[in-house]
Structures are given as C-alpha cells and as structure tokens.
C-alpha cells in the first residue's frame, strides 16, 4: 500500500514537472521573439540618438535577422549531442548578455555587433526548446497539446511587443527595450536550470560537420540578404545577383558535403519522408502569407485609418486571444482526425481572415481590422500544433533537435520571403494603379489647390486598392497551402520518444 501511495505521488509529481518545463520553455521563448518586435519600435530613438540614417539602421534588424536564420541549425545539432539543457541554457545566458551589451552600445557599430551576439544566442532557443517538449511530453496527445500551446507564444510575443515596448520607451528611453530582458532572463534562466532535465539524442559523435554548417551559413546569408535588401537595390541589381550566385553556389557544395558527412548538420534523409517534406512546404506557404500579409496591417491602420503606434498594437490583442485558445484544440484533436485534415482546415481558415482583409478602405473601422485578425489567428492556432507534432513524429529521436530546426528555418524564410514578396507586389501595383487613374481621371478645374486635392486623392485610391491586391494573394496564397495540406500522410505517428535522461 505505502509502495502504491509512493509511486502515485511520484507520477502527481512528473506530472506537474511536465508543465513546469513548458512554462519554463515559453518564458524563453516568449522572451526572445518579443525582443525581435520590441526593438522595431525603438529604432527612431535610436536613430535620432545616434545621428544615423534610416536605411544604416535597417541593419540592426538585418543583422539580426541574418545572424538567426544562419545559426539555427547549428544549435539544433549541437543540442542532440551535447544536451539540450546545456545548449539551453548556454543560448540563454548569452543572449541576457548580449541584451545588456546592446542597452549599453554607444554607437551604430556596437550596436550591430551585441545584436548580432543576441540573435546568435536567441536561435538556440527554437530547436532546442521543442526537442526538450518533445522528449518531455512522450505520448502523441500530450506532445501535440504542449507544442500547440508554445507556438502560441510566437504570436502572443509579436503581439504584446507593441504593447510593452511603446510605454517603456516613452517612460525609460530606448535603451529599457533591452534592459527588461534581464531580470526577465534571469526568472527564465533559474526556471531552466531548476525544472529541465538534460537529455541527449544517445550518439554522441566529437565530429562536427563545420563545412557543412560554413557553406549552409553562407548560402542562408546570401539568401535572407537579398530577401531583405532586395527591394532598396532592385532585384536584378549587381548586388541582387551577386547574392542569387553565392545561395545556389553555396547551396549546391552544402549538399555535396551533407552526402559525405558521418555526422551531417542537415542529415538529407529527413527529404525522403513525405510527410516531413509536404508539412515544411504547407509550414512555409501558410507563413510566407500570412508574414507578407500582416506586416502590412499596421502600416494600414496608422497611414489611412489615422491611428497612433500603441492604438495599432492594441487592435492586436484579441488576435492574441484567439490564437492562444485554439492552440489546445489542436493538441484535442490529435488521434481523433487525421493530421492532414486538421491542418488544411486550419490553412483554410487563416485563408477567410486574410480575404477578409481585402475589404478595407479608408473608412474602415477597428472591428474591420480586429475581427479578420481573429479569424485568421484561430485558423492558425489549432493547425500549429499537428505541424510541430508531425516533424517530432516522423524523424528519429536522435534528430528531433536538428528537425525542429529546419522547421524554424523554413518559417523564418518564408517569412522573409512573404514580406519581400508583397512588399514588392504592393509598389508595383501602386504605381500601376496610378497610371489607371490617372488615365481614367479628369478634373474640371483650373485652381492648383483643386489640382492637388485631386491627385492626393488618385495616389489614396491607387494605394488602398493594392493593398487589395495584396490581401486577395495572400488569401490565395493560404488555399494552395490548404490544398497541399491534403498531401500530408502520416503512416505511423511514434507515440514514445526514447532518450538518454541524465
């Protein structure tokens, strides 16, 4: 009887440990995407701060961005075999550094360089994280739920980085947007370090594969470089191919290398499950959309609606609702629907909110904003966690690090893609709806003021029925991800993850 009361409490105690660990894990995560929002709306002060232009501080977001995507494969690889607790927490403690190096940066220079510090050690947090979920949470039902409720900190940060980060520059200055994510970092550090239990793929190997994570980060900066730059050289510029050269050239030896390697950073056979390569193409159609389609909301909302940068955040926070509460239902539905289903129904979803988007104007009020922004976060959020599961489900226990990784990767791209892509689409049809107007317009008035009221008023309509266009692509964009979706058969979801716990 005392054996049974004994291994009851010990089970009550694995239990709740579980859910300690997911807090744990969310506090990192929420904490690093939040920075990657948060900072954005710090740039004027820092700007003005430091007598830089506009496009020299696009790259304190450059070099964040580039220095993420490049580095989170190599952690992912380093957490399978050297522990994902000590890569945790190690990207971790960097990162907190890296944050109080950039609150204290005293130029532009500086500034790059602790951002770059910070992204580095920030995308350690991704593969890691969901390989330490999925070792923790073994049953299919449990993992799905888990995974469903961390992916919802992505949105929750992105949302609550407007909201956080115009206050505590009005009240502390830029420099507080970096600061808070110390004594925030350290609550997350202890977290790890009380709640986390180390575990290892179980084959360990002293071999790296260096020239294959040299040639992949080349290829990825050349790549998420001419995505971000893409638009401010042109895309056929010296610059544009010089990059479109060094991704292909790079890319092709990093394959060359990976069928050589004994321990591949990239291990290329995770390419020949189905269900792996149709979930990364569904992951990357859904975010290259709904990325190039929702960056541009608070752009709207402030030039035509006339709201200020804290009432655009605000029209933000039932999405955030949303999507936290359908997070669950996907981790509810696993074994119940098949995972193909689920995902395409939630694409599909997504796909209404942003076609609903289409119909705003300059008119249009908050609830034209709030309620497709609703729409489209619920489709999302019960689609996440089948999406995670499916790529901790499919690959070898071994590899779940490595294979989260290529799914950070591939949603970091599409995101890059989506917003270079619309952005695009968004100038060229602008310029192409003026000439329409312009064409199709006539004014019966000689008075300049009268001549300038109706051009003001051909360049408004030229650009809101872009954003049109923009919205309705986007929309199309997220069928096709639906339609794919179908393509995603999963023959048998492994329902235990075996490691080595220490």
Same mark, same amino acid.
């Given at each position: 009887?005392?054996?049974?009361?004994?291994?009851?409490?010990?089970?009550?105690? #694995?239990?709740?440990?579980?859910? &300690?660990?997911?807090?744990?894990?969310?506090?990192? $995560?929420?904490?690093?995407?939040?920075?990657?929002?948060?900072?954005?709306?710090?740039?004027?002060?820092?700007?003005?701060?430091?007598?830089?232009?506009?496009?020299?501080?696009?790259?304190?977001?450059?070099?964040?961005?580039?220095? +993420?995507?490049?580095?989170?494969?190599? &952690?992912?690889?380093?957490?399978?075999?050297?522990?994902?607790?000590?890569?945790?927490?190690?990207?971790?403690?960097?990162?907190?550094?890296?944050?109080?190096?950039?609150?204290?940066?005293?130029?532009?220079?500086?500034?790059?360089?602790?951002?770059?510090?910070?992204?580095?050690?920030?995308?350690?947090?991704?593969?890691?994280?969901?390989?330490?979920?999925?070792?923790?949470?073994?049953?299919?039902?449990?993992?799905?739920?888990?995974?469903?409720?961390?992916?919802?900190?992505?949105?929750?940060?992105?949302?609550?980085?407007?909201?956080?980060?115009?206050? =505590?520059?009005?009240?502390?200055?830029?420099?507080?947007?970096?600061?808070?994510?110390?004594?925030?970092?350290?609550?997350?550090?202890?977290?790890?370090?009380?709640?986390?239990?180390?575990? *290892?793929?179980?084959?360990? %190997?002293?071999?790296?594969?260096? &020239?294959?994570?040299?040639?992949?980060?080349?290829?990825?900066?050349?790549?998420?470089?001419?995505? #971000?730059?893409?638009?401010?050289?042109?895309?056929?510029?010296?610059?544009? &191919?010089?990059?479109?050269?060094?991704?292909?050239?790079?890319?092709?030896?990093?394959?060359?290398?990976?069928?050589?390697?004994?321990?591949?950073?990239?291990?290329?056979?995770?390419?020949?499950?189905?269900?792996?390569? +149709?979930?990364?193409?569904?992951?990357?159609?859904?975010?290259?959309?709904?990325?190039?389609?929702?960056?541009?909301?608070?752009?709207?909302?402030?030039?035509?609606?006339?709201?200020?940068?804290?009432?655009?955040?605000? =029209?933000?926070?039932?999405?955030?609702?949303?999507?936290?509460?359908?997070?669950?239902?996907?981790? !509810?539905?696993?074994?119940?629907?098949?995972?193909?289903?689920?995902?395409?129904?939630? /694409?599909?979803?997504?796909?209404?909110?942003?076609? !609903?988007?289409?119909?705003?104007?300059?008119?249009?009020?908050?609830? #034209?904003?709030?309620?497709?922004?609703?729409?489209?976060?619920?489709?999302?959020?019960?689609?996440?966690?089948?999406? $995670? %599961?499916?790529?901790?489900?499919?690959? #070898?226990?071994?590899?779940?690090?490595?294979?989260?990784?290529?799914?950070?990767?591939?949603?970091?791209?599409?995101?890059?893609?989506?917003?270079?892509?619309?952005? /695009?689409?968004? *100038? +060229?049809? *602008?310029?192409?709806?003026? =000439?329409?107007?312009?064409?199709?317009?006539?004014?019966?008035?000689?008075?300049?003021?009268?001549?300038? *009221?109706?051009?003001?008023?051909?360049?408004?309509?030229?650009?809101?029925?872009?954003?049109?266009?923009?919205?309705? $692509?986007?929309?199309?964009?997220?069928?096709?991800?639906?339609?794919?979706?179908?393509?995603?058969?999963? %023959?048998?979801?492994?329902?235990?993850?075996?490691?080595?716990?220490?």
């Amino acid at each position: 009887m005392a054996n049974e009361i004994q291994t009851d409490t010990k089970l009550q105690k #694995d239990s709740s440990l579980k859910w &300690w660990i997911l807090l744990t894990v969310i506090v990192g $995560t929420f904490l690093g995407r939040l920075d990657q929002t948060i900072v954005n709306l710090a740039l004027p002060n820092i700007i003005s701060d430091f007598g830089i232009s506009v496009s020299a501080a696009g790259w304190i977001a450059t070099a964040y961005i580039l220095a +993420n995507a490049v580095f989170v494969p190599i &952690w992912g690889k380093l957490g399978d075999t050297l522990g994902r607790k000590k890569v945790y927490i190690l990207g971790f403690s960097i990162f907190i550094l890296g944050s109080v190096l950039a609150g204290l940066s005293w130029n532009l220079s500086s500034m790059i360089i602790f951002r770059v510090i910070q992204a580095i050690a920030g995308s350690a947090d991704y593969p890691t994280a969901m390989a330490i979920l999925a070792v923790t949470f073994p049953t299919e039902k449990e993992r799905a739920q888990a995974l469903g409720i961390w992916s919802a900190s992505f949105a929750a940060a992105a949302v609550f980085g407007p909201l956080l980060g115009g206050p =505590l520059i009005d009240n502390f200055g830029w420099r507080s947007v970096f600061l808070i994510n110390l004594p925030i970092g350290i609550l997350g550090l202890v977290m790890a370090m009380k709640f986390i239990k180390e575990s *290892t793929s179980g084959q360990k %190997n002293p071999v790296f594969d260096w &020239w294959g994570a040299v040639t992949l980060g080349v290829s990825l900066t050349s790549l998420v470089l001419v995505l #971000d730059k893409g638009t401010d050289w042109g895309w056929l510029s010296l610059n544009a &191919w010089l990059c479109y050269f060094a991704m292909a050239a790079f890319a092709y030896i990093f394959v060359m290398i990976e069928h050589k390697a004994k321990e591949p950073i990239v291990d290329l056979k995770f390419f020949k499950i189905g269900a792996f390569v +149709n979930t990364l193409i569904n992951n990357f159609i859904v975010f290259m959309g709904m990325m190039g389609g929702l960056f541009l909301i608070p752009v709207f909302s402030q030039t035509y609606m006339g709201y200020n940068a804290t009432e655009a955040g605000m =029209l933000f926070i039932p999405m955030a609702a949303a999507l936290m509460a359908a997070a669950p239902i996907g981790g !509810m539905l696993t074994g119940r629907v098949q995972p193909r289903y689920v995902i395409a129904a939630s /694409t599909f979803v997504a796909a209404i909110g942003l076609y !609903m988007f289409s119909f705003l104007d300059a008119k249009s009020g908050a609830i #034209d904003i709030i309620l497709p922004l609703i729409v489209m976060a619920f489709g999302m959020g019960f689609g996440m966690a089948q999406r $995670t %599961n499916i790529i901790a489900s499919v690959v #070898d226990p071994h590899e779940i690090g490595i294979a989260s990784s290529i799914l950070a990767l591939a949603r970091n791209i599409a995101g890059a893609f989506g917003i270079a892509f619309f952005a /695009t689409i968004l *100038t +060229n049809v *602008t310029a192409s709806n003026v =000439l329409k107007l312009g064409q199709h317009s006539t004014i019966h008035s000689t008075n300049p003021a009268d001549y300038q *009221t109706f051009i003001g008023l051909i360049i408004l309509k030229a650009q809101v029925d872009a954003y049109k266009v923009v919205f309705l $692509t986007a929309a199309a964009l997220l069928l096709i991800g639906a339609v794919s979706a179908l393509w995603i058969k999963v %023959n048998k979801v492994r329902d235990d993850v075996e490691v080595f716990v220490e």
